[in-house]
């Protein structure tokens, strides 16, 4: 955590390599959350971007405050995503492209991986907004309890029921054959 602190401290002094390795870090996390939620990939890309501007421009006002400077950056991303939906009018959606991260080098494994995909977009759908917010932010963003807890603004027994309620709804709809999927 150390090696962050001594990034974000340089970088808030106008260092531009320590926030381009602040950015490397980071980026396709951020980039994976968007893009789940958005569900457009180029709409995604432009909006990571955005977030490392948004940090960019004010990394001179984040403080430590026992919260990680990835839950800073996540904040400004769901914030980036709310506005974006707002605007244009619809609903938080699950991005079937902008997930998935595969090598075309196993067409099986890509056609599975497609369905699988398919019916995880399905499926989110009937979750509630918490939940998908926690499913995101645990897989999508690959963060510890703690940080979504921290970015949602919840405790982490709260983010854990969330997450626990969430997989189970997802499990039966699994079992139940929903969506085309057994």
Request: glycine share 6%.
């Given at each position: 955590?150390q090696d962050?602190?001594?990034l974000?401290r340089?970088?808030?002094q ?12 980071y980026?396709?996390?951020?980039y ?5 939620k958005v569900g457009n990939r180029?709409?995604a890309?432009d909006m990571a971007q ?6 960019l421009q004010?990394?001179?006002s984040?403080?430590?405050?026992n919260?990680?400077?990835s839950?800073?950056?996540?904040r400004i991303?769901h ?10 009018g ?12 595969l090598?075309a080098?196993n067409?099986?494994q890509a ?6 995909i398919e ?7 009937e979750?509630?907004a918490?939940?998908?917010?926690v ?12 940080q979504?807890?921290?970015i949602?603004?919840k ?9 626990h309620?969430?997989i189970?709804?997802l499990?039966?709809?699994?079992l139940?054959?929903?969506n085309?999927r057994?």
């Amino acid at each position: 955590m150390q090696d962050e602190r001594d990034l974000v401290r340089s970088a808030q002094q106008h260092d531009g390599d320590a926030f381009a390795q602040l950015y490397d870090k980071y980026f396709d996390k951020i980039y994976r959350y968007v893009a789940f939620k958005v569900g457009n990939r180029a709409e995604a890309e432009d909006m990571a971007q955005q977030v490392f501007l948004s940090a960019l421009q004010n990394i001179s006002s984040f403080k430590w405050r026992n919260i990680p400077f990835s839950a800073w950056l996540f904040r400004i991303a769901h914030n980036k995503v709310v506005d974006h939906l707002r605007k244009k009018g619809r609903r938080v959606t699950v991005s079937l492209e902008g997930v998935q991260i595969l090598s075309a080098s196993n067409p099986q494994q890509a056609a599975e991986l497609s369905l699988d995909i398919e019916w995880l977009k399905s499926a989110t759908a009937e979750l509630t907004a918490a939940q998908r917010d926690v499913i995101t932010l645990r897989f999508a963003g690959d963060l510890p309890i703690a940080q979504v807890a921290q970015i949602m603004g919840k405790s982490q027994g709260a983010v854990k029921a969330l997450q626990h309620s969430a997989i189970v709804a997802l499990r039966k709809a699994r079992l139940g054959g929903e969506n085309g999927r057994p």
